[in-house]
């Protein structure tokens, strides 16, 4: 049997560069691997914790969807599906919450890192570990792919997975993560990491004079046309990185130190760099935008498809913990 890697992607605003080159890149290269069971889910359900606007839920949800389609993801090779199409999922997570310890759940660094930035302090946030583990398990994950800040839920997971193993014998997969600690932080236009959280985000789709308008907004130091420059403490060099080859790198980087080479000139071949990349993608999430039903056949077929695993491991925790199936 194939082992199975699982992904989560929450619909919190439109996806951007930080989004591709930290996670989606990865996503869509793994698909070249055939030895193993590719589940994307789209994290509606934990979007409610932050997002009680349900048009902009929906949209978000939809924008996601057709992101990951343009940049490539196969429906052959990969399930893409909504959270919510599989309700299953709560129900795991009914009965993980009955094994979660309050301690466990008040050691999350992530609820106190929200709540500090001023989110409402709602169950729905203080309890989205035991939800993002019900996620992982009911589709006996093997690999959990997440970012350095997600290590901590995934731990948690694991140990609502073993305790329950302990209790009810061998039901559950007990995954393992892949903490992406080699994947460089993606500045954004102030400098900080790129994040939605942040509103310094360059858009994937963004329309090219949109596109233009953000890279051209990058904060850069004060130095003039004519000055040296280092491009190794630039925001703008860090980017072209992404998207130049080692020649072109190494030409910026000495026009740079050689003066003569403003940042207004460095920020246009980045914007050059980036929308030559983009443009591929841009017909076919144009086309996906104005054929929502395609989106939504994708998502269908893979909720179908990821709902039978579910269905089965739900089944077998609820004939375990001594509920009546019929």
Known sequence: MKKRVLSGIQPSGKLHLGNYLGAIKQHLDSQAQ???????????????TTLPDAAELRER??????TYLALGLDPEKSLLFMQTDVPEV?????????????????????YKDKVARGLSANHGLFAYPVLQAADILIYDS???PVGSDQKQHVEVC????????????????VPDPVIKEDVAVIPGTDGQKMSK????????FATKKQLKKQIMSIVTDSKGLEEPKDPDTCNVFRLYHFFANADEIAEMAQKYRAGGFG????????????DAFLEP????YNHLLEHPDEVMDVLRQGAKEARKTAIETTRRVREAVGFINH
């Open 90 to 110: 709560c129900e795991l997570a009914w009965i993980l919450t009955c094994f979660a310890p309050m301690g466990l759940l008040q050691r999350c660094t992530s």
């Open 281 to 284: 993608y841009r017909d076919r």
């Open 263 to 274: 940042y207004g000139h460095a920020k246009l071949a980045l914007f050059e760099k980036v």
């Open 34 to 48: 055939a030895d193993w069971d590719r589940y994307f889910f789209i994290a509606n359900y934990h979007s409610l």
């Open 197 to 204: 959280s942040y509103h310094n985000t360059i858009e994937l």
């Open 158 to 173: 694991r140990d609502l997975a073993i305790k329950v193993n302990q209790t009810y014998g061998e039901l559950l997969v």
């Open 61 to 66: 949800t939809l924008d996601v969807a057709r």
């Open 142 to 144: 093997h690999l959990v």
